[in-house]
């Protein structure tokens, strides 16, 4: 199977050495759009990468994008974006400081007539995107990592981790 891949399978993850963090990061994004890893890409709008600044110093990530990321091609818009950006506001902590990503950056769902409901991406899948977060990681270089659910966990602490065991430590 590996023999019949074509070169566009792989994902291209360039490390320009003359560029800025920003033109880095756009880059990174530009080479996303274009990912085969997995084959979350076909029935997907688009792909769902990071925004945010380059200099962000706080990096929060979520699981996957949903219906409406999917639709509009950024993460966390609605309705986990809207309480994330109230959850900031109350933190006192400027949306537009820090940088948002997802660890998939595909819609995984299941189609029920016209809906499209969210579906938790298999571990390949999370496997496949990993060299993309690891790439946003990479140019970022953020002082604080968040990890939003448990998926994000395990794709930044390992498999092993568990919410439930973790939590408050």
């Not at 320009?16 to 996303?32: I, K, M, N, S, Y």
């Not at 579906?119 to 993309?132: G, I, L, T």
């Not at 994000?152 to 919410?163: D, E, I, K, N, P």
Request: glycine letters at 6%.
């Amino acid at each position: 199977m590996a023999a019949n891949r074509s070169r566009d399978d792989e994902p291209r993850l360039a490390k320009p050495v003359d560029e800025t963090p920003t033109r880095r990061l756009a880059t990174l994004r530009r080479e996303a759009r274009h990912c085969r890893r997995c084959p979350l890409w076909r029935p997907a709008t688009q792909t769902v990468s990071g925004v945010g600044p380059a200099a962000a110093r706080m990096l929060l990530v979520g699981e996957q994008p949903g219906n409406q990321e999917d639709l509009e091609g950024l993460p966390f818009v609605r309705p986990a974006g809207i309480l994330l950006r109230e959850l900031l506001d109350e933190a006192r902590i400027d949306v537009a400081t820090v940088y948002l990503t997802n660890t998939v950056k595909h819609f995984k769902f299941e189609r029920r007539g016209k809906v499209r409901l969210h579906k938790r991406a298999p571990a390949s899948e999370q496997a496949a995107c990993r060299p993309w977060l690891a790439a946003e990681l990479d140019r970022l270089r953020p002082e604080v990592v968040v990890a939003l659910g448990a998926m994000a966990a395990q794709t930044l602490f390992g498999s092993g981790f568990r919410v439930t065991v973790e939590r408050g430590r």
